[in-house]
């Protein structure tokens, strides 16, 4: 199977900065897109920011120019940059990855465990 495990949740106050890191191993090749969801209280899991293997990104409109997503396809990592925290901004922070196997061969979608960030005000 792949494993996605990350780290780096913590408290922080809001204005602050805070960084994400999420790392893939296991069985597969290599992994397309990678990305971050979130899942607020009371709230869907919803889009953070995703990357491809070439770098394209996406973010979530309450994110744009705030967050920073970044990925290392070497060392199959991908980290979340976070600037101008906002309370609102409290959530489990989950790391996705799309992974396939040599020759093209889809091995699937994967989702870490799943690490909590709060933001205090």
């Known amino acids: 199977q792949v494993q996605l495990v990350e780290s780096g949740g913590g408290l922080v106050e809001a204005g602050g900065s805070w960084r994400l890191s999420c790392t893939a191993s296991?069985?597969?090749?290599?992994?397309?897109?990678m990305g971050w969801y979130r899942e607020a209280p009371g709230k869907q899991r919803e889009l953070v920011a995703r990357?491809?293997?070439?770098?394209?990104?996406n973010y979530a409109d309450s994110v744009v120019g705030r967050f920073t997503i970044a990925r290392d396809n070497a060392r199959n990592t991908v980290s979340l940059q976070m600037s101008s925290l906002k309370p609102e901004d409290t959530a489990t922070y989950y790391c996705?990855?799309?992974?396939?196997?040599?020759?093209?061969?889809?091995?699937?979608?994967?989702w870490g465990h799943g690490t909590q960030v709060t933001v205090s005000s």
């Open positions: 990357v491809t293997f070439g770098g394209t990104t």
């Open positions: 296991g069985s597969f090749d290599r992994i397309n897109d």
């Open positions: 996705n990855a799309e992974a396939y196997l040599g020759g093209g061969a889809f091995r699937g979608h994967f």
